[in-house]
């Protein structure tokens, strides 16, 4: 059976830096393409929104405008885990984090585009922002 389980989150302070995981099981992640998607305080989950996605080969990213230069999404095929590096925190980054993982072979924004709907996700990990 498919599982994706997130790990990572907690309370840090703006400034700060976490770095989420994304292990899965039951499955390979080398055929995966995957992404981080993130429900804000107030939204519902069909309102996530596409933080980052990686291609397959893992040679290819997308961020959203808001997190580029902060935050950094990458692979480890070989420990079948994901990663979201999230550097210099804003408390508008305070939210529920989501990993998705979809058999994608195209580029990472089509990934974003296809996980809402193709992807299969974990619980999520909850990351707060304040001083």
């Known amino acids: 059976q498919l599982q994706l389980v997130e790990s990572g989150g907690g309370l840090v302070q703006p400034g700060g830096s976490l770095r989420l995981s994304c292990v899965a099981s039951?499955?390979?992640?080398?055929?995966?393409?995957i992404g981080w998607f993130r429900q804000a305080p107030g939204k519902e989950r069909e309102e996530r929104e596409a933080?980052?996605?990686?291609?397959?080969?893992?040679?290819?990213?997308y961020y959203v405008e808001s997190v580029k230069g902060r935050f950094t999404i990458s692979r480890d095929n070989a420990e079948n885990t994901a990663y979201l590096q999230m550097n210099s925190l804003k408390s508008e980054d305070t939210a529920i984090y989501y990993c998705g993982a979809v058999r994608n072979p195209f580029g990472p924004y089509e990934v974003c585009r296809t996980l809402p709907d193709f992807g299969s996700w974990g619980q999520g990990t909850q990351v707060t922002v304040s001083s």
């Open positions: 933080v980052s996605c990686i291609s397959l080969s893992g040679d290819a990213t």
């Open positions: 039951g499955f390979t992640l080398d055929y995966y393409a």
